[in-house]
């Protein structure tokens, strides 16, 4: 391992370490609870139908894009109903969310999603279709923190299966919504070890995707090799 892999890894650590510690500080915790607070107590309103209202809650999570942060509908998720059940819920949501929202793109195109998603979202993103590959796909969804909402519509503009994007859009949530479930969780129940162990499970997802980049550009490009006649996907985004 090069020296500077090390100071990468140790950097690493350091801004978890803080990240931590930021999150259980006195001063800091009021203000990151305030807002999942104010949805927890919306969604209890409606008790005994609190579970069907945070399931479109989620569903609203992905059609408006950007209006709710993902991580913060995961969180509330775990804190209501526990790392499982919560999970199964936000997958549910997310399903039928990321379903609509490639449905809508599908049926009105690109001015929909030109007034959804932002411009440089479409730009930046554009050179992902023309690898139309469903791997490439899967990884975007696997990572922690990338757009997914924005990304349902604009892979809803490709050619790709429905059925086949359903798929890969949920078994790449999967993951990240449980560690979200598991941070909602921890804490409702103050056990701050799990919350420690979701933070360095992300740490090291990210890691490794940053460490390994230069493998995964070279299944991309391989993906974009062959997958020139490929009939399941536009070049690009249609103009």
């Not at 609190?50 to 609203?60: K, L, R, S, Y």
């Not at 991580?71 to 379903?99: C, K, M, Q, R």
């Not at 930046?124 to 469903?134: N, V």
């Amino acid at each position: 391992m090069t020296n500077r892999r090390i100071i990468q890894i140790l950097l690493l650590i350091i801004i978890l370490a803080l990240s931590i510690k930021l999150v259980f500080s006195y001063e800091y915790y009021p203000y990151f609870n305030y807002y999942n607070q104010k949805i927890i107590s919306f969604v209890e309103s409606f008790h005994p139908y609190d579970d069907v209202v945070f399931i479109i809650f989620q569903i609203v999570q992905v059609l408006i894009v950007g209006a709710i942060p993902a991580e913060i509908s995961g969180f509330v998720g775990g804190y209501l109903y526990g790392p499982i059940i919560g999970t199964i819920y936000s997958t549910f949501g997310l399903a039928i969310g990321s379903w609509l929202a490639f449905m809508l793109s599908r049926a009105f195109g690109l001015p929909l999603v030109r007034r959804l998603v932002s411009a440089a979202s479409l730009e930046k993103y554009d050179h992902f279709m023309e690898m139309r590959g469903t791997l490439v796909c899967f990884i975007l969804f696997l990572i922690p923190g990338f757009p997914k909402a924005a990304l349902c519509y604009i892979i809803g503009l490709s050619r790709m299966n429905v059925w086949s994007f359903v798929a890969i859009s949920t078994l790449g949530r999967l993951f990240g919504t449980l560690l979200l479930s598991l941070s909602g969780y921890s804490i409702r129940t103050l056990r701050i070890w799990v919350l420690v162990i979701v933070l360095v499970s992300v740490a090291v997802i990210l890691l490794l995707f940053y460490l390994n980049r230069g493998k995964l550009l070279e299944i991309t490009q391989k993906q974009t090799d062959s997958s020139s006649t490929d009939a399941n996907y536009t070049h690009g985004i249609p103009e």
